[in-house]
């Protein structure tokens, strides 16, 4: 029961976080589920949670894609620098103060969020981590609540929700879940794939049947995504292959010698941002648009007006030709057809009258259409060309 | 307009050749083109109002001979 409803919450919570970055989604879903195995009380903790829209609202307030995809951007730049608490994600801190609250629901353990289970040994955790991946990837090693002496200095004292001053100040590597390792900067898709429920929640958000399009919109506005989605859909994709070409050697080998669960495509995704950019040349941005000089504009609508004047009437002249002589024909043609029937009475003359009214009509359809492509063709393209022409005109006057 | 071009273009070559498939079974089965001529004259008195024009073309190029030269 209880199992169902901590499934059935990561379902719905993850299919409401899709307006964050991959990522930034499988960590909040892995924080989540922290909270979850550490708790003794499932449903306790649900109360407090009230419902996963909740949450996505509080995380959605809280996150911010433009300064994300900016933060990924820059951290991608320093290498593996350590966060702060205070630099870390707004989302994150938001849910470690709900880890924090869900912690005060037990006052008789000593409940540390994972911030607080910050090692000091940074390099030896990490290469911990690239090492041994999958034993990091175990999500109940972190679950189970930890005897708070044994992972601090014997001198300090740990004391609820809180850490002493100077070990703040210290770096730090976290091993054990998402959450920890996005602060150092090593969670990667690989591993989020392989430890988040983010797989196991999508695959059941399908199967649920509460659909709330309001929430979500609500949600993406909230984000951020709402107002630019293409350049954020861009960003992303430039971010992930960033992620590719500036990844570092040794992690290289690794991942070509770890077998990849469900990992993405590097082809498709070039291939993805090829469209992209094909998408965006046909459909460029909106920019704001170039000065027009209005005095070129007035000189070559005073030029262009009776110059197109002309074009037009000397197009119309062989449209009108076209227009005579195609219902000229097509009369003659059906004439001729009525002729046949009506005044022959040979089968054979009948034959040849009827061929000769059918090739007239042919020729006649023909002239009509010609008639229609001089009026709607021509003549609108050279008043378009005209249009496009003097658009050009007047912006590079103004560009001058 | 291409796929307009495409369909008119279908319709006006199936209707021709149409028109070419009747024209060649009517001579290949005895059709006669002055039999033809002759009915389509008693109808539309093709021949007389073509020499009436001829007639009329005669006149007006005499009285455009007897005009003083400017």
Request: aromatic residues 8%; proline residues 5%.
């Amino acid at each position: 029961m209880t199992v169902i409803d901590k499934r059935k919450f990561l379902a719905e919570l993850g299919r409401l976080l899709t307006f964050m970055f991959d990522e930034d989604r499988r960590t909040a879903l892995a924080m989540y589920e922290e909270i979850f195995d550490s708790v003794e009380d499932p449903e306790e903790l649900l109360k407090l949670l009230v419902s996963p829209t909740r949450q996505a609202v509080i995380i959605a307030r809280t996150y911010n894609a433009r300064e994300r995809d900016l933060a990924v951007r820059s951290k991608s730049g320093d290498g593996d620098a350590n966060v702060d608490y205070e630099d870390a994600p707004r989302f994150v801190r938001a849910i470690d103060d709900i880890a924090k609250k869900a912690a005060a629901l037990y006052p008789q353990q000593t409940y540390r969020t994972a911030w607080d289970r910050r090692e000091t040994e940074v390099g030896t955790e990490r290469n911990l981590i690239r090492e041994f991946p999958e034993e990091s990837a175990e999500p109940e090693q972190t679950a189970e609540p930890e005897d708070p002496v044994s992972s601090v200095r014997p001198d300090e004292t740990v004391t609820e929700n809180h850490l002493p001053e100077e070990r703040q100040a210290e770096p730090f590597a976290f091993v054990d879940t998402g959450f920890e390792r996005f602060i150092n900067g090593t969670f990667t898709e690989q591993q989020a794939e392989e430890e988040t429920p983010s797989e196991q929640a999508e695959d059941t958000a399908e199967e649920l049947s509460e659909d709330d399009p309001e929430v979500d919109c609500a949600l993406t506005e909230e984000a951020g995504f709402g107002r630019e989605p293409e350049e954020d859909h861009s960003s992303r994709i430039d971010r992930y292959m960033a992620s590719f070409d500036e990844e570092e050697p040794e992690q290289t080998e690794m991942k070509q010698q770890e077998p990849v669960h469900d990992a993405p495509d590097i082809k498709s995704w070039r291939d993805g941002k090829k469209a992209v950019e094909k998408a965006e040349e046909k459909h460029p941005s909106e920019e704001e648009p170039p000065e027009v000089s209005i005095l070129l504009m007035i000189l070559y609508i005073i030029l262009a007006v009776p110059i197109t004047a002309v074009g037009v009437l000397i197009l119309l002249v062989p449209a009108i030709l076209f227009l005579a002589v195609s219902l000229i024909l097509i009369t003659v043609g059906f004439q001729a057809i009525t002729t046949a029937f009506g005044g022959f009475a040979v089968f054979a003359d009948i034959m040849v009258v009827l061929g000769g009214a059918l090739v007239v009509i042919s020729l006649g359809l023909l002239a009509l259409w010609t008639f229609i492509w001089f009026i709607g063709g021509a003549i609108v393209g050279l008043i378009n060309a005209v249009i496009r022409l003097g658009g050009k005109f007047c912006t590079m006057g103004g560009e001058d | 307009m291409k796929r307009m071009w495409k369909v008119i273009g279908i319709v006006i070559l199936t209707v021709f050749v149409l028109g070419l498939i009747c024209f060649g079974v009517g001579l290949l089965t005895g059709a006669d083109s002055a039999r033809i001529f002759t009915v389509i004259d008693d109808k539309f008195q093709i021949e007389s109002t073509i020499s009436l024009y001829k007639n009329y073309a005669e006149q007006m190029k005499d009285l455009l001979s007897e005009l003083p030269e400017l």
